[in-house]
């Protein structure tokens, strides 16, 4: 089976930079992704990591260590409509299963 | 272009009544997945299909709930005999064919079940 774990909850300041943690334990690994879901809307598209090292996306970056089975994702400036769940998500085996953390809720204040 | 559609948007039925959820994936889209994602929760993996195949159905919950894919195109989840811990957002997403670079998933807005 398949283990993803992330924290449930995170604060951070406006302007700052934070950096949300995942682990994993699966078969097969094929990629990892992260994904911003605001609340009441559908999960979109951030990034994607197969190799391991970091991936930078404008104020968005994400790691990979495949050794370790551990993936972060790094926002810069934090603004404020950054506060929603950011979900770790991990694709494996022959068939491409893509499966879901229970996401990080993340809240920017002032 | 189009992006994932589902249909209806919100329903509300009675405990022991069956429902049918719909998924129209982005054209040209060989994957499909389906979630369930209850309040406050993470997605949880129910199905996925490669074309009109389901090569792993391992997250349905129990045998109330199948769902098929016909032309490679539309897919329809079936609740049947519903239950109120059947109350859910019911998200469907839909991806290229294996082997392309990024092979993200792109979702449509979901269908809220609510089962009295």
């Known amino acids: 089976g398949q283990n993803i774990d992330q924290p449930t909850e995170m604060t951070a300041t406006e302007g700052a930079i934070v950096q949300i943690n995942c682990t994993y334990q699966?078969?097969?690994?094929?990629?990892l992704f992260w994904y911003q879901q605001h609340a009441g809307e559908a999960p979109t598209f951030l990034s994607y990591?197969?190799?391991?090292g970091l991936e930078e996306k404008g104020r968005f970056s994400s790691f990979l260590s495949r050794s370790k089975g551990y993936s972060y994702l790094l926002l810069k400036e934090l603004q404020m409509k950054d506060s929603a769940s950011y979900l770790c998500a991990v694709r494996s085996g022959g068939y491409q299963k893509v499966t879901f953390g229970t996401g990080t809720k993340l809240q920017v204040i002032p | 272009g189009a992006g994932v559609s589902q249909s209806p948007s919100n329903k509300v039925t009675e405990k022991g009544k069956d429902v049918e959820l719909r998924c129209d994936p982005i054209?040209?889209?060989?994957?499909l997945y389906w979630y369930r994602q209850s309040l406050g929760q993470g997605l949880e993996f129910l199905i996925y299909?490669?074309?009109?195949?389901?090569?792993?159905k391992s997250g349905l919950p129990s045998d109330r709930f199948s769902a098929e894919r016909t032309g490679g195109s539309v897919s329809t989840l079936t609740i049947q005999r519903t239950q109120q811990e059947d109350s859910a957002v019911y998200l469907c997403?839909?991806?290229?064919?294996?082997?392309?670079?990024?092979?993200?998933?792109?979702f449509g807005p979901g269908t809220r079940l609510t089962v009295l």
């Open positions: 997403a839909s991806s290229l064919a294996p082997g392309t670079t990024y092979n993200e998933q792109f």
């Open positions: 054209s040209g889209h060989t994957a």
């Open positions: 699966t078969s097969g690994f094929n990629g």
């Open positions: 990591n197969v190799l391991d």
């Open positions: 299909f490669q074309g009109n195949s389901a090569p792993d």
